[in-house]
């Protein structure tokens, strides 16, 4: 009896909503089409032996069960599985280093830009100009500055300022995670700075004058007062950041000869990494396979921050 009144219950909220769920029926056939039917393809192309010799096949190519899987985690001598470790362990240094950048850089303009000055909508305008840049655009501009002999970087540290003594190779070599971690700081800071100071305008300033009468510093204030209210802007900010920065792409590709060159060692991330198995080296299979094991750690991830961060709502 229970059940055919929620049977009935369903089919009148039903007829009630059915004209709205009919204007939102295309955007869930979209959704459907670009997003869930390609995912669904991607992992069963990771049980096929899909390469150079069967992609004629495509979705015909033999099934090989979990092989690509072996072969991307647990064979020592396949250098996908080399090269991808190498991938893995740049993307989480450049991931932490690149989330920790753009949300302290951005931080610390948001609060400079939400002070009174002259000219602080010119300035606030001005400093949104990495933002509006191509993420191509910016992977090629920094790939030029970093060249050793006439690139700009090496100029201004050894020739203006005498900072270095020689000219460093910047896209060879370990140095190489930094000059792709420094322009994706670059490229997305802004960002943060945008929505810290939308954050930072919503806190009322007689918090900051009862922490004046206190004799509260400079830093108490930002730490008792700016840093737990912004906690919605900055717990977003780090969530987005983790999953753009592990997915990073155009920036790396672009610095490299847009994926003719190879970063290397210390400049190869995951995303680059699968891009070049993939279309490069046909090797469709386990590219698909390291593909959906970087969508389960994603999921993972942002399945566990946002677990942490009702835990801490609800402390609160």
Not at 107 to 133: D, Q, S, Y
Not at 168 to 182: C, D, H, R, V
Not at 188 to 217: F, K, R, V
Not at 286 to 291: D, H, K
Request: no cysteine; aromatic share 18%; charged share 15%.
């Amino acid at each position: 009896m229970a059940r055919k009144k929620e049977e009935l219950s369903r089919w009148r909220r039903f007829k009630r909503y059915g004209f709205a769920y009919l204007f939102i029926l295309p955007t869930v056939l979209g959704m459907l089409i670009l997003h869930f039917f390609p995912i669904v393809q991607g992992i069963y192309m990771s049980f096929l032996k899909l390469n150079q010799f069967t992609f004629n096949e495509f979705l015909g190519a033999p099934f090989i069960g979990f092989k690509n899987y072996y072969t991307v985690l647990f064979d020592m001598n396949s250098p996908v599985r080399i090269g991808l470790m190498d991938a893995a362990r740049n993307t989480i240094i450049y991931t932490i280093f690149v989330t920790i950048g753009t949300l302290g850089f951005g931080m610390l303009v948001a609060l400079m830009v939400n002070r009174k000055f002259r000219g602080r909508g010119v300035i606030r305008t001005l400093f949104l100009f990495p933002w509006i840049v191509p993420t191509y655009v910016t992977g090629l501009l920094w790939g030029f500055m970093w060249q050793r002999g006439v690139g700009i970087i090496n100029i201004m540290l050894v020739d203006w300022f005498h900072i270095l003594h020689d000219k460093p190779f910047w896209l060879i070599g370990p140095n190489t995670i930094w000059a792709i971690i420094i322009p994706t700081v670059w490229r997305y800071w802004p960002l943060s700075m945008l929505l810290l100071l939308a954050g930072l305008q919503t806190i009322p300033e007689e918090l900051y004058e009862a922490a004046d009468i206190d004799g509260a510093s400079p830093w108490k204030k930002f730490w008792m007062i700016t840093w737990p209210l912004l906690k919605p802007v900055w717990s977003i900010l780090i969530l987005f950041g983790l999953i753009y920065n592990v997915y990073s792409f155009n920036i790396v590709i672009m610095m490299f000869g847009f994926g003719a060159g190879f970063p290397g060692e210390w400049g190869d991330l995951v995303m680059t990494n699968i891009f070049r198995n993939s279309f490069l080296q046909w090797n469709f299979g386990t590219g698909a396979a390291a593909s959906v094991l970087l969508m389960l750690v994603m999921v993972l991830i942002v399945l566990l921050w946002m677990r942490l961060y009702k835990s801490s709502e609800e402390y609160r």
